[in-house]
């Protein structure tokens, strides 16, 4: 599914993020910088040892933040490690935390001039996010940041399966007749 969203474009596939061609990925990352399962295991895996010894350095990140590093062996140049919170409820500001997980994602990737970038359903594998309401945060977040944010062409979400696919598309569909 593709929609444009002013000069910009939003793309959802299914599919493995650590295949993609944007600029960046966004990791699923923890706030340790620690790598782990998920999305966060893949990508470290198919970019080699280059991309944990960058977030050595880093040290941490707090939820709801981002920090970038270069990308190894990935197609893509560089990696955004976002936090997105671990869900226990959502009186915790979960949805706030993820918002701004997203938000300042997208503001890292603008600050480095980079035009295209792809994330993966951040805080709904292990963190536990219940999915529609994470897709709900997800979408509106990267669409008000891409009306205001014409600099960045492109932003992919790469579901990794069928039913996070479907999910992301019915709420994506759903936004759009609302507001259009
Ligand atoms: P979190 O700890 O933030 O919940 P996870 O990695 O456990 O992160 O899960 C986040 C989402 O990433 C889940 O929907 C999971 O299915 C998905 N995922 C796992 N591996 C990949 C991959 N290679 N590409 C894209 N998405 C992936």
Known sequence: MKVSINQSTLVLVEGDITKEETEALVNAANDRL?????????????????IMAECRIIGCCPTGQAVITTA??????FVIHAVGPIYTGGAKHEPQLLASAYRESLHLASRYGLKSLSFPS?????????LEEAAEIALTTVISYLREHPEINTVRFVLFNRATFDVYCKVLSRRLNLVE
Request: proline share 6%; hydrophobic share 30%.
């Open 34 to 50: 620690a790598g782990g399962g998920g999305v966060d295991g893949a990508i470290h895996q198919a970019g080699g040892p280059q």
């Open 72 to 77: 190894g062996n990935l197609k893509a140049r």
């Open 122 to 130: 951040l805080s709904t594998g292990a963190y536990g996010y219940p």
